[in-house]
């Protein structure tokens, strides 16, 4: 059911993540799958291509879009969703952004890291300041420090930036450990925006998702921002979905100038709609796929980069690797130049640190395995 890209259909298709790469690069960079879209997906963008659906979207909120969003979180993640909950937005990061612009106190934004990189720049640009739970790059195992927090959040920080799944942490965060987050927060009263944009991509043998606002005494103070835009491969299309369920929250989010939510397109609407309504058997596919992509590469880092550290994928696409042992400050451009493979580069995660990458792994087989040659070749010198 998964098909993959040959190399020219994904110079095509994907701009950024192919189509900036020298030909002899391969790309396992920017968080785009190379499998083509899912069918009920393409028969629904090209009908609506054919229809000549390019005018402005409508301003609704819940609609077709609400209704297609609530029954995919209904049978996929167990979660009752009212679709009068779902305002739409341009992508996950302006929602994102949105929320916290409208909702959020002026106090600062507490973001975990290493943490997805466009977003290092949020808080900043809502006029917040930026400050970070760094995750301990020795620590087994990957987690948020609900002390760390509570400090943060005591001094005076008066959000939390939560992703979950966790890019580039791989984390699915268990109901115990969501718990200990909601408890935190509420005691300092702060709010929570969860980017929940990886939540249909759990792999096989890990916890289900979780959303943070399907734990009791969470509406009160979080939105999630969901797309289905990293699952089905529709990144460009530009539509993703705020939930907001508490009343008042969603009002001030739909009274808020319409500047300050930039406008989705109505194609990325029709994407949506189909792969929320249609594309449960495709995605099914698409999480077998990539478990057994994880577990390729865990087989191959064993083999040609023994020493590579990386805490277990349960979530997502992406894999982070500790590759300190191998003694290069910037693994990622080490390997461009010497083995012709873009990963990327583990600062632009978190800034100063040295020594790590994110590795892409949805591709094909034989690609990860050749991708994973040129990462040894490059940082090894090993043919
Ligand atoms: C955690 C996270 N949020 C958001 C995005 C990007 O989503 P969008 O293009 O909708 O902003 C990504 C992309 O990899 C991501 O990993």
Known sequence: MIRDLTDDEARRALPLKWGTMPPDVLPAWVAETDYAWAPPVREAITAAVGAGLTGYPTFESGGELGKAYAGFAQRQFGQE???AWVIPSVDVTAGVRFALDVLSEPG??????PGYPPQ???????????????LDADAEHAEIDLDGLDRLLAAGARTLLLTQPHNPWGR??????LEGIRDVVRRRGARVVADEIHAPLVLDGSPPHLSYLSLEDTHDHAVAVVAASKAFNVQGLRCAQVIAPDPATRQRLLDAPMARNDSWSPLGEVAAIAAYTHGDEWLTALRSRLSSQRDLLVRLLAEHLPDAR??????TYLAWIDLRAYGHDDPAAVALERGRVQVSPGH???PGLAGHVRLNIATSPERLEEIVRRLARGLTGAR
């Open 81 to 83: 969703i009212d679709p």
């Open 108 to 113: 600062p934004m507490v973001m975990p890291l």
């Open 120 to 134: 290092l720049g949020i808080a900043e640009v809502t006029g917040r300041e930026r400050v970070d739970l760094v």
């Open 172 to 177: 699915v965060f268990t109901r115990a450990e």
């Open 310 to 315: 990386m805490r277990p994928l349960e979530a």
């Open 348 to 350: 632009d995660y978190q």
